[in-house]
């Protein structure tokens, strides 16, 4: 089954710890994208991965990293975690030759 | 920025009734694409509609497209309770480059009573 996987679906962490979330697709798509979804805001691009080893800078980069080592994963990296990055997290594939996204079921953190 | 904008922001409506949905956008489009939500969980793609075309259909959905108003409407006819979920539509702009990144609006909570 073609899907988009995250874990963990929910995390409740503290200020400072550093985390992961790990993001993986099987339907061998080149470009991959991290969302952040928070109320009366929408969807927020934060990083995207044309390929591997390429990725780039979204509208709210700022608090976050990632990586694309394979052409699967894109894991989203949260180096100091804030109560501002309390969010409802994406990540988000699809394949250069069409215009679809295929989300993944979420990641709810809660940074206290 | 966001640049979608769902109108309205809630609607409730019966079971078997139509549902109208509306977006507005403000900049060039390649696309503009429905997706819907059901509570806190993964957005699903419905729908795409290209800045060539007027009208699309699939299924119970139709969804119209006037690039000179910036605008979009998604009908869902003869509702039923598991179409209860938000729904979004986000636009692939002409000037994203290589950046697939889909701009969203805020959403339309739809709620179909039984």
């Known amino acids: 089954e073609a899907q988009v996987t995250q874990n963990p679906r929910y995390l409740i962490t503290v200020t400072g710890k550093k985390l992961t979330v790990t993001c993986s697709q099987n339907m061998n798509h080149e470009y991959m994208s991290w969302y952040r979804q928070d109320p009366g805001l929408g969807l927020r691009q934060i990083y995207y991965s044309m390929n591997v080893e390429v990725t780039d800078k979204g509208d709210v980069p700022e608090g976050y990293k990632v990586s694309r080592k394979e052409k699967r994963n894109f894991p989203l990296i949260l180096e100091s975690p804030s109560p501002n990055q309390t969010s409802l997290y994406f990540c988000?594939?699809?394949?250069?030759?069409?215009?679809?996204?295929?989300f993944g079921p979420g990641t709810r953190l809660t940074v206290t | 920025s966001q640049q979608g904008e769902e109108d309205p922001q809630a609607l409730s409506i019966q079971e078997g009734e139509n549902a109208t949905m509306n977006c507005s956008y403000k900049t060039s489009i390649n696309n503009l694409q429905w997706y819907r939500q059901n509570s806190g969980r993964g957005l699903v793609h419905l729908i795409l509609i290209r800045s060539n075309e007027r009208e699309k259909h699939s299924g119970r959905l139709r969804v119209t497209l006037d690039t000179s108003k910036k605008s979009s409407s998604l009908l869902i006819t003869a509702s039923r309770a598991a179409d209860t979920a938000s729904y979004f539509c986000?636009?692939?702009?002409?000037?994203?480059?290589?950046?697939?990144?889909?701009?969203w609006g805020l959403g339309t909570s739809l709620a179909v009573n039984p």
């Open positions: 986000a636009t692939h702009a002409n000037n994203a480059g290589n950046n697939r990144k889909l701009i």
């Open positions: 988000a594939s699809n394949s250069l030759n069409a215009d679809e996204q295929y």
